[in-house]
């Protein structure tokens, strides 16, 4: 592993141990944590369901959507978050909510609940999903049209 990518993992992973504790009991120079997003509820509102019994597993996916392109209706059957790098994303529920994300935004996805993305800005969209399931259990599973 090169240096730069050890030292920013090593970062990445004191930010989210720091970031587990609250407030900071102490500081560290040169280094801010910075909650992003913290819910018990998916953005529409929906409770997310407990944690699965078995191994977990942890899956981090970077998409890349062009202008225009739309994802298919789908659903995720484990709870999972991103973050909006890039561009604008629009997300649609069976149920027809709508949910605008733009660069910077958060977004704590629906579980079990069919929905689809769509760009519809000009610029390509960049998006990085965490998901937390188990061993074995799909991070989406798409839907009939």
Same mark, same amino acid.
């Given at each position: 592993?090169?240096? @730069? *990518?050890?030292?920013?993992?090593?970062?990445?992973?004191?930010?989210?141990?720091?970031? /587990?504790? /609250?407030?900071?009991?102490?500081?560290?120079?040169?280094?801010?944590?910075?909650?992003?997003?913290?819910?018990?509820?998916?953005? !529409? %509102?929906?409770?997310?369901?407990?944690? *699965?019994? %078995?191994? @977990? $597993?942890?899956?981090?996916?970077? =998409?890349?959507?062009? &202008?225009?392109? $739309?994802?298919?209706?789908?659903?995720?059957?484990?709870? +999972?978050? /991103?973050?909006?790098?890039? %561009?604008?994303?629009?997300?649609?529920?069976?149920?027809? #909510? *709508?949910?605008?994300?733009?660069? /910077?935004?958060?977004?704590?996805?629906?579980?079990?609940?069919?929905?689809?993305? *769509? +760009?519809?800005?000009?610029?390509?969209? #960049?998006?990085?999903?965490? =998901?937390?399931? !188990?061993?074995?259990? &799909?991070?989406?599973?798409?839907?009939? +049209?």
């Amino acid at each position: 592993m090169s240096r @730069p *990518r050890t030292l920013g993992l090593l970062l990445a992973g004191l930010s989210a141990v720091l970031a /587990g504790h /609250g407030a900071l009991a102490y500081k560290i120079s040169g280094v801010q944590v910075e909650t992003l997003a913290k819910s018990h509820t998916s953005w !529409n %509102g929906t409770p997310l369901p407990a944690y *699965r019994t %078995g191994q @977990p $597993e942890v899956t981090i996916v970077k =998409y890349h959507i062009a &202008p225009g392109a $739309e994802l298919p209706p789908h659903l995720h059957p484990v709870i +999972n978050a /991103g973050v909006m790098l890039k %561009g604008e994303l629009t997300v649609v529920s069976d149920t027809g #909510e *709508r949910l605008h994300l733009k660069a /910077g935004d958060t977004i704590v996805e629906l579980v079990d609940q069919v929905h689809q993305g *769509r +760009n519809d800005g000009t610029e390509p969209v #960049e998006l990085i999903v965490f =998901y937390a399931g !188990n061993v074995g259990q &799909p991070t989406k599973i798409l839907q009939d +049209n």
